[in-house]
């Protein structure tokens, strides 16, 4: 990727170790180089980091993505933050394709944090100027942190994929609950396919666990397409297609932008309610994660188009024509 020459700044990227492989792509993209970064852990569970060459008036970038220990991930994302701003970096962007904490967003009992807007104060706190992430789970996520914030999409990617491998059959686009319907219904204008809605009900005092209800929409015969922005236990996915495949659906293909991937979601999805999973790689997909009916794009291009649009001072949006 060509990167406009700014003499006043230089960018820096550096990698927290949750997921160095989605980090090394992007810099490869981008044409330069990981930052060299001691990190480690104490025998208490602390974690130490620090940089092996000066960061004085870079723009620094810090990846990282945030899987299972989420905690552990977090903390060393602030530690690298810190380290940056103590040491005269110019200008400090959180990278986080995915995240942390973004379902806490809203109080829905009493006595209750929101944990999602606790997340951007702590990366304020830390020393960042900007955000930078990738399908937020809600778009209000965007207003908790005081500064500029990249809300990246994924939809794009995902859709151009669907459209080439099942652009010839008779989809169906479906939202797996009522959250999720102005995302669904973008991707059936981008589609040109029909929308359909699954209604469900939660009970808040289960998490993770769910009931597909009422089904509204034709799905007789036709390719079912579920999309979400994530799959963590995948209970709600799988509910959602076993009500698609009780009302007739030929085939259901699930596309979502985060692989969470908790126990037992390989074991649901690969039950044989879903036919494909499309997904991306804003967390690691480790061995253990993957299966036979699986597709992983890479987010790295996206990741590093808005990298070099910011460094450039050019426009995030014109990425995503359309939705400027």
């Known amino acids: 990727m060509d990167i406009k020459t700014n003499n006043s700044k230089r960018l820096v990227l550096v990698s927290g170790r949750a997921h160095q492989e989605l980090a090394q792509e992007v810099a490869e993209i981008l044409g330069t180089k990981l930052l060299p970064t001691t990190a480690y852990d104490f025998a208490n569970g602390e974690t130490f980091v620090r940089y092996e060459e000066s960061v004085r008036g870079v723009d620094a970038f810090v990846i990282q993505a945030h899987p299972a220990p989420i905690n552990h991930w977090i903390m060393e994302q602030l530690l690298m933050v810190d380290a940056l701003k103590r040491a005269s970096a110019k200008r400090i962007t959180v990278v986080a394709p995915f995240f942390p904490y973004a379902r806490q967003d809203k109080k829905h009992k009493g006595r209750e944090p929101i944990s999602a807007r606790l997340m951007t104060d702590l990366f304020k706190a830390s020393g960042a100027n900007r955000l930078m992430s990738v399908d937020l789970h809600t778009p209000q996520i965007q207003g908790f942190f005081d500064?500029?914030?990249?809300?990246?999409?994924?939809?794009?990617?995902?859709?151009?994929?669907?459209?080439?491998?099942?652009?010839?059959?008779?989809?169906?686009?479906?939202?797996?609950?009522?959250?999720?319907?102005?995302?669904?219904?973008?991707?059936?204008?981008?589609?040109?396919?029909?929308?359909?809605?699954?209604?469900?009900?939660?009970?808040?005092?289960?998490?993770?666990?769910?009931?597909?209800?009422?089904?509204?929409?034709?799905?007789?015969?036709?390719?079912?397409?579920?999309?979400?922005?994530?799959?963590?236990?995948?209970?709600?996915?799988?509910?959602?297609?076993?009500?698609?495949?009780?009302?007739?659906?030929?085939?259901?293909?699930?596309?979502?932008?985060?692989?969470?991937?908790?126990?037992?979601?390989?074991?649901?999805?690969?039950?044989?309610?879903?036919?494909?999973?499309?997904?991306?790689?804003?967390?690691?997909?480790?061995?253990?994660?993957?299966?036979?009916?699986?597709?992983?794009?890479?987010?790295?291009?996206?990741?590093?188009?808005?990298?070099?649009?910011?460094?450039?001072?050019?426009?995030?949006?014109?990425?995503?024509?359309?939705?400027?």
């Not at 297609?241 to 985060?258: D, F, S, Y």
Request: hydrophobic share 50%.
């Open 147 to 324: 500064g500029p914030v990249d809300h990246l999409w994924a939809l794009p990617m995902l859709a151009d994929h669907v459209a080439e491998r099942f652009g010839h059959e008779d989809i169906t686009v479906v939202s797996p609950d009522s959250g999720r319907v102005r995302v669904a219904d973008i991707w059936a204008d981008r589609l040109g396919a029909p929308l359909a809605i699954i209604h469900k009900r939660r009970d808040p005092d289960r998490p993770n666990q769910v009931e597909a209800h009422e089904l509204v929409g034709d799905v007789k015969g036709r390719t079912c397409l579920l999309v979400d922005d994530m799959i963590d236990t995948a209970g709600t996915i799988v509910a959602a297609a076993e009500a698609l495949k009780a009302n007739g659906a030929a085939r259901v293909i699930v596309a979502a932008t985060h692989a969470v991937f908790s126990p037992p979601a390989v074991a649901r999805l690969s039950s044989g309610a879903v036919d494909e999973v499309i997904v991306t790689n804003t967390l690691p997909i480790t061995a253990d994660k993957q299966f036979a009916n699986l597709t992983v794009l890479s987010i790295a291009p996206l990741i590093a188009a808005a990298i070099s649009a910011v460094f450039s001072d050019d426009s995030v949006n014109s990425l995503f024509p359309g939705h400027a």
